[in-house]
């Protein structure tokens, strides 16, 4: 797909200015048929949900269709399954409370340290409430990977739920969830996957993980900011939703609670069209590894998808290179360039001597976009022991950034380390 960069780029209006988008892992930019997707909605379809009349019932349409996609995106069993909600984290409080009426004091639930804390603290607020105990599963400092053996002992217990991340949003760490879910579910426990810094990277498919819930969020793969909650479709039909009268008790609206962001849910509806167009446009070599196992737009989606992660593997390799390359910095997380498959391209690192809110402060001026900090992977930082120092400078290419974005990054970064 890097040869073809420029027909890629030419789908992101963002990308006509001359700075590079490094910022990535906090948002990517917006392709234009999702852009297309909001603006028709406003000019053609804008009202609210059931009513009478012509715009409504388009309306009602657009987000039927909405659904569809998304479920075909995340290979879900039926596009009930699917809510839609303000953003992950909010989504995830709401599943965390409606979950958590079932615990009884005693309990158990587990969570990991290497999680953005929306994966974390919504879960340790429900069970202080409810009396219920956490355990949190550590990871290895030196790669940045989950500790499977503190896993398994956290596991022991026979814990209610696994609230695991399926990509690292601070380190890149891509968690093994084919060999995690089933252990979990061996000890008895749901397993809630946040997928948010995942899902811009590869293929997902939630039926062949298992797992029972899981979250992302559209602006992190070319959409609008809009939070999207997989559930199995048997728990969200017992599952108790926290929502108003006469809101309706069926499938999604009943965790889909007031009036939606319909136009950026069309916004949505439009992102997935640009990855589907990617898998017609660069997945038609790729159609064999799926065949047999989708159809239809679940196929190209999986083209896509796969498509877009083989074209991500030379920048990625191009910018860890640079980043190993760099006098005075120090890099976290997986380093190995043969694990490149087990992390997404998203790094995180120090420059000795200097700040990270410094170094991203001059970055910025010389139009290349970084973020500093934790980025809410609080635990990670923390147990880094660099919280209290301006945490990290993070790093994120994805599909429709090049070699020669990693080659000018690679000269300005040299210059602020005095290389």
């Given at each position: ?28 930019q ?20 059931g009513?009478?009349?012509?715009t ?18 995340l ?41 953005h ?15 219920v ?130 136009e ?62 760099t ?15 087990e ?31 934790n ?45």
């Amino acid at each position: 797909m890097q040869h073809n960069s420029e027909l890629i780029r030419a789908q992101f209006p963002a990308l006509n200015r001359p700075d590079i988008f490094f910022d990535n892992p906090g948002g990517t930019q917006i392709a234009q048929q999702s852009l297309d997707r909001i603006n028709q909605y406003y000019l053609r379809h804008n009202s609210n949900h059931g009513g009478a009349f012509a715009t409504s019932r388009e309306s009602d349409v657009i987000l039927d269709e909405a659904h569809a996609a998304v479920a075909d995106l995340l290979n879900a069993a039926r596009p009930e399954e699917i809510v839609f909600g303000n953003n992950m984290t909010t989504l995830t409080l709401h599943v965390s409370r409606s979950l958590s009426r079932s615990w009884q004091p005693g309990d158990e639930i587990v969570v990991t340290r290497l999680d953005h804390d929306a994966n974390y603290s919504p879960w340790v607020l429900a069970a202080r409430d409810r009396g219920v105990i956490v355990r949190e599963v550590n990871f290895h400092a030196e790669d940045g990977t989950l500790d499977l053996d503190d896993l398994r002992k956290k596991l022991a217990g026979g814990p209610k739920l696994l609230a695991v991340g399926y990509a690292s949003n601070a380190l890149g760490t891509i968690n093994p969830l084919a060999e995690i879910i089933p252990l979990a579910h061996a000890a008895g426990a749901l397993v809630y996957v946040d997928a948010v810094q995942y899902v811009p990277h590869g293929p997902v498919d939630v039926q062949a993980l298992g797992c029972d819930f899981l979250v992302t969020s559209s602006y992190k793969w070319f959409g609008p900011h809009a939070g999207m909650l997989y559930g199995r479709y048997d728990l969200l039909d017992e599952l108790f939703a926290y929502k108003v009268r006469p809101a309706s008790n069926h499938l999604p609206g009943k965790f889909e609670t007031g009036t939606q962001n319909h136009e950026g849910i069309a916004g949505v509806l439009g992102a997935v069209e640009y990855l589907e167009w990617l898998g017609l446009t660069f997945g038609a070599d790729l159609a064999d590894s799926f065949s047999g196992r989708y159809a239809g737009r679940r196929l190209r989606l999986k083209q896509g998808m796969a498509a877009l992660h083989r074209s991500e593997v030379e920048v990625s390799q191009a910018l860890l290179d640079v980043l190993l390359e760099t006098p005075g910095l120090t890099l976290y997380g997986l380093k190995d360039a043969s694990r490149l498959n087990e992390r997404v391209p998203t790094y995180s690192f120090r420059l000795k001597g200097k700040h990270p809110h410094a170094v991203a402060e001059a970055l910025g001026e010389r139009g290349i976009f970084v973020w500093d900090g934790n980025y809410y992977a609080l635990n990670v930082t923390t147990d880094l022991g660099i919280e209290d120092d301006g945490g990290m400078v993070r790093v994120g290419p994805v599909h429709y950034n090049t070699v020669a974005e990693v080659q000018r990054f690679a000269e300005e970064l040299w210059k602020i380390a005095g290389g």
